[in-house]
Nanobody, 115 residues
Framework: QVQLVESGGGLVQAGGSLRLSCAAS????????MGWYRQAPGKQRELVAAITSGGSTNYADSVKGRFTISRDNAKNTGYLQMNSLKPEDTAVYYC?????????WGQGTQVTVSS
């Protein structure tokens, strides 16, 4: 079955960096788009960044220039490099990938940025 497993979250001071990973299984990752979303307490889940199978990317305005999404198809893994983190980046981060018309989600990883 399809599984997405995130890792790499944690507690970091403002201005610091974290790299999130999303390991995919049960799908042909190389032909699939994927995205990173986040959900802060009391807020709706929002798209942070997305990458197509061909490597085209797009970002939320709030993270442009600070976050970078990438993928390693040989490892079936996607990444989100987060630099210059701000307290408002605090949220649970989820990876997402569609497969055969179904949206799959990871379990989420907590990112907490202290001021």
């Amino acid at each position: 079955q399809v599984q997405l497993v995130e890792s790499g979250g944690g507690l970091v001071q403002a201005g610091g960096s974290l790299r999130l990973s999303c390991a995919a299984s049960g799908m042909i990752f190389s032909i699939n788009a994927m995205g990173w979303y986040r959900q802060a307490p009391g807020k709706q889940r929002e798209l942070v960044a997305a990458i197509t199978s061909g490597g085209s990317t797009n970002y939320a305005d709030s993270v442009k220039g600070r976050f970078t999404i990438s993928r390693d198809n040989a490892k079936n893994t996607g990444y989100l490099q987060m630099n210059s983190l701000k307290p408002e980046d605090t949220a649970v981060y989820y990876c997402n990938a569609p497969w055969w018309g179904v949206d799959y989600w990871g379990q989420g990883t907590q990112v907490t940025v202290s001021s």
